[in-house]
């Protein structure tokens, strides 16, 4: 059973960057099937979908945020990063990470973590 | 404003039937790309509920079912029981700009 699992600070300054991890467990990150992305979800509010990875280093970004995202892969360590520049008050929100799949279906999610950008 | 639009709630009573509708586009539904539906329960991460437009993953219920049409989809639930009730989505890809993966805003279903 593939399991994920968000990790970084919960509390960001505005303008800073923020930064997590996604730990892959119960099968190989590197498994040629998948790809592997972060969604968020602000309290109240709807999913949004900030970006995914393949393992060959592959990205896709949400147009509204390409400018600040980048997303990176550690294959050594099972592992997946997300890292979002410039942040602003409207980016508080439980980020998820997930698993891909063929047709875009997302069969494997972390439980969320909770960052608030304040000051 | 999400890409995908879904109703903001609907409701049903105990054993009833409802239906939950996610209109799309000619660059994302209408271009058959896959739908996949979510059921996210209060303070927990979403669960792949329909995947691929009308597959159900392996402990899926057969009440729950999904469909296509044109530009838009369906999530149809069938003998409604009170632990049903949670926020559904719709997920699928747009093709526009450089592709990406889009979201349904979301549709609370109370079981009343």
């Known amino acids: 059973q593939v399991q994920l699992q968000e990790s970084g600070p919960g509390l960001v300054k505005p303008s800073q960057t923020l930064s997590l991890t996604c730990a892959v467990s119960?099968?190989?990150?590197?498994?040629?099937?998948?790809?592997w992305t972060w969604i968020r979800q602000p309290a109240g509010k709807g999913l949004e979908w900030i970006g995914r990875?393949?393992?060959?280093?592959?990205?896709n970004y949400n147009p509204s945020l390409k400018s600040r995202v980048t997303i990176s892969v550690d294959t050594s360590k099972n592992q997946f990063s997300l890292k979002l520049s410039s942040v602003t008050a409207a980016d508080t929100a439980v980020y998820y990470c997930?698993?891909?799949?063929?047709?875009?279906?997302?069969?494997?999610w972390g439980q969320g973590t909770l960052v608030t950008v304040s000051s | 404003q999400s890409v995908l639009t879904q109703p903001p709630s609907v409701s049903g009573a105990p054993g009833q039937r409802v239906t939950i509708s996610c209109t799309g586009s000619r660059s994302n539904i209408g271009a058959s790309s896959d739908v996949h539906w979510y059921q996210q329960l209060p303070g927990t991460a979403p669960k792949l509920l329909i995947y691929?437009?009308?597959n159900r993953p392996s402990g899926v219920p057969d009440r729950f079912s999904g469909s296509t049409s044109g530009t838009s989809a369906s999530l149809a639930i069938t003998g409604l029981q009170a632990e049903d009730e949670a926020d559904y989505y719709c997920?699928?890809?747009?093709?526009?700009?450089?592709?990406?993966?889009?979201f349904g805003g979301g549709t609370k279903l109370t079981v009343l």
């Open positions: 997930a698993r891909g799949r063929f047709g875009e279906r997302l069969d494997y």
């Open positions: 997920q699928s890809y747009d093709s526009s700009l450089s592709g990406y993966v889009v």
């Open positions: 990875i393949y393992t060959s280093g592959s990205t």
């Open positions: 119960g099968g190989s990150i590197s498994s040629g099937h998948y790809y």
């Open positions: 691929g437009n009308s």
